[in-house]
């Protein structure tokens, strides 16, 4: 069965770039989460899409930024890195209408050097 | 403000007996809670759930009892195998009221089962 999809695995970045992270939600699910997962520490949750539309919005920076497409991929485009981005970015997507879990992909590791 | 919470950062047990791993919650509109396994280098893994109609749910190996007035709840594996280790993730959300299926995440506990 197809799951959830991101891109890059694996990021490298230094202090003040850009970054723009995929995800790629299972085919028919309406719902898409970004959540970051610092060393050590819990997935936070960052900012949520339902519908191409944002739906929920948590501990994400100003520098983030976030948005979902037509066809329901999301892309989360960080700017101005600074060290302490570097996390584990996890997206998940769901059926929300139905109520459903959260499916997670294996995340963007972003090292910001 | 750390609304879930896992309170033991690691836990070992032999193989064939049972691991128990707990977790506390302090929002009383949460409704729906989930138990995710992480391996390293991989996104966290649905392993079962439950609503808070209910107070246990089981599936296979894997039971999680819920206590609604002590805001606790627990994920029994029984028999522990050594696949089992990962990191485990205790999870919550507000279907009711808000119902935007954002998850709130505990620390985790890293279970390890010795053969």
């Known amino acids: 069965a197809a799951g959830v999809i991101q891109s890059p695995r694996h990021l490298i970045k230094e202090k003040r770039e850009t970054a723009t992270l995929k995800c790629y939600p299972i085919p028919r699910h309406d719902t898409v989460y970004w959540y970051q997962q610092g060393p050590g520490q819990d997935p936070q949750f960052l900012i949520s899409?339902?519908?191409?539309?944002?739906?929920d919005k948590g501990s994400i920076p100003d520098r983030f930024s976030a948005q979902q497409f037509s066809d329901y991929h999301s892309e989360l485009n960080m700017s101005s890195l600074e060290l302490g981005d570097s996390a584990l970015y996890f997206c998940a997507s769901s059926d929300r209408g139905r109520g459903e879990k959260l499916f997670f992909g294996s995340g963007t590791q972003l090292s910001v050097l | 403000d750390q609304q879930v919470k896992q309170n033991s950062p690691s836990l070992s047990v032999q193989e064939g007996r049972i691991s128990i791993l707990n977790c506390d919650y302090t929002n009383s509109m949460f409704d729906y809670f989930l138990w995710y396994k992480k391996y390293p280098a991989e996104g966290p893994t649905f392993l079962i759930s439950?609503?808070?109609?209910?107070d246990k749910n089981e599936d296979g190996r894997f039971t999680v009892f819920l206590n609604k007035s002590a805001k606790h709840l627990s994920l029994h594996i029984v028999p522990s195998q050594p696949g089992d280790s990962a990191v485990y993730f205790c999870a919550a959300s507000d279907q009711g009221s808000s119902n935007t299926g954002k998850l709130i995440f505990g620390q985790g506990t890293t279970l390890q089962v010795k053969p």
């Open positions: 899409f339902y519908e191409k539309m944002q739906s």
């Open positions: 439950i609503s808070s109609i209910k």
